[in-house]
């Protein structure tokens, strides 16, 4: 094995694992749903959970996924054999196989979202535009069931595409050069947001915590959206962990994905959140905030259309890099399992659940009136997934990397010892999934319960 192979193997790693935690989560989710719960107490949260739960989860799912080196749900059953444990561990990659699938139902459609501001931004629309202006498009688009139809089926297609034909390989390259220039635009955003926005004012929203806002739901909210950020908890990071030379630290290379997706975050959250606060806007207006907000920022830009457009074409790259690792777990299995070919897996994986995201688009129109116990669909699939299974996911694969394997094959396998290993151990063992457990105990009133 020649140093340039397991280099590049290191580097296709990293790639591909940047690429599928940067996304929608990170650029979307992560300001709207900070919006939604009161700003700096539930980013610090939120903060935490990526340093004490993403982090040590994160490199038991790489350590698994380079033994395992199959599907999350084989990768599971032989690691639990391996170490004479149960085969229902199984069961854990099948939880993240349907997560997957859930997940990117709803992702094609918020994909679909910026593939058509992408458009727009072509076409000029955003030049000038007023923040009543950008609420008005942004409602008249999640008003047209058909459009959205016509951008989610197009963001799935992308996604099958590439999936079908496995040239992974090409989308990582091309994600070496999108992500850097994502995060240039980033900058120039925040930059923008210096100059002409409440900049402190959104500072401070982000960073200083009020804790009186902060509900045990919103707890469980930044808990899930560690998870989700980071792409852990349903085996997409564990399928790439294949990819990764023996010789590589897990550890120096999870801290590495864990910071780039972080900054991102929270630069996303600094050129947002200035605009908000100088245009009146509400920062809990829901998932469309960075939709009524960013265009406000390119309009009055110079080259408004120039970088509207690119950013929006960045934002569907990195949604695309992110989409693949939803599916592929799904795909994996179907194509190690069965005599199914690798494009009919996931045209059947894909093409279900593009049907599933059709419930979310009419979520935002049709049936936006139509909830269960307060959530429209579109609320539910991102609730149980980001919420209960990928923290669910997450907890059995720290149970299973800190209890049922053995110190030596864990050990072993991320090359840790003495300081390191102890303090990844306790944070496997005890602090992860006893987090893990007491959020998702206390929110479902289980805690009250027994405690009262
Ligand atoms: N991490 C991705 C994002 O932030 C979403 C994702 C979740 C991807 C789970 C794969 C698995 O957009």
Redesign the pocket.
């Known amino acids: 094995m020649s140093v340039q192979g397991s280099w590049s193997g290191k580097f296709a790693f990293i790639l591909a694992a940047t690429g599928?935690?940067?996304?929608?989560?990170?650029i979307w989710?992560f300001p709207y749903i900070t919006g939604e719960n009161g700003g700096g107490a539930f980013v610090l949260v939120y903060l935490l959970c990526i340093a004490a739960i993403g982090i040590p989860i994160m490199m038991a799912e790489i350590m698994l996924g380079r033994r395992g080196h199959q599907n999350p749900v084989n990768t599971m059953e032989k690691l639990a054999r391996e170490e004479g444990a149960s085969s229902a561990w199984k069961l854990v990659g099948w939880m993240g196989v349907f997560a997957?699938i859930m997940?990117f139902s709803y992702?094609s459609v918020i994909a679909g979202w910026a593939l058509s501001y992408f458009a727009d931004a072509l076409r000029g629309v955003f030049s000038g535009i007023t923040a009543e202006g950008a609420g008005k498009h942004f409602n008249t688009l999640l008003g047209s069931w058909p459009s959205l139809l016509a951008w989610h089926t197009l963001f799935a297609l992308m996604t099958i595409l590439i999936v079908a034909r496995g040239v992974r390989g090409g989308l990582e390259k091309a994600v070496s050069i999108m992500m850097p220039a994502l995060f240039v635009m980033l900058i120039l955003m925040v930059g923008y947001a210096m100059g002409n926005g409440e900049f402190m004012k959104g500072v401070h929203f982000l960073f200083s915590p009020d804790f009186s806002k902060l509900s045990g739901a919103a707890v469980l909210t930044a808990m899930g959206h560690a998870f989700?950020?980071?792409?852990?908890g349903?085996g997409?990071i564990m399928a790439y962990g294949a990819y990764l030379p023996k010789n590589v630290s897990i550890g120096a290379t999870t801290i590495t994905i864990a910071i780039a997706d972080t900054v991102v975050a929270l630069l996303a959250g600094l050129a947002i959140f200035p605009i908000v606060f100088s245009h009146g806007l509400e920062a809990g207006s829901g998932p469309g905030l960075i939709f009524t907000t960013l265009p406000i920022a390119f309009g009055d830009m110079p080259y408004s259309s120039l970088f509207a457009s690119i950013f929006f074409l960045l934002l569907v790259f990195a949604?695309l890099s992110?989409a693949i690792?939803?599916i592929e777990p799904a795909v994996a299995r179907i194509t190690e399992k069965t005599a199914m070919s690798r494009g009919g897996a996931t045209f059947l994986v894909g093409g279900f659940s593009w049907l599933l995201g059709i419930g979310s688009i009419l979520s935002f129109n049709m049936l936006s009136e139509h909830k269960l116990a307060g959530k429209t669909f579109f609320d539910w699939m991102d609730y149980l997934t980001s919420n209960i299974m990928?923290p669910l996911g997450g907890l059995f694969i720290a149970i299973f990397a800190g209890w049922v394997m053995s110190r030596k094959s864990s050990g072993d396998e991320l090359s840790l010892s003495g300081f390191s290993y102890s303090l990844w151990l306790f944070l496997t063992r005890f602090v992860a999934p006893l987090a893990v457990l007491i959020v998702l105990l206390k929110v479902s009133g289980v805690l009250d319960t027994l405690f009262i």
């Open positions: 599928s935690a940067v996304g929608l989560g990170n989710k997957g997940i992702y989700f950020t980071l792409s852990l349903m997409a949604a992110s690792s939803l990928l």
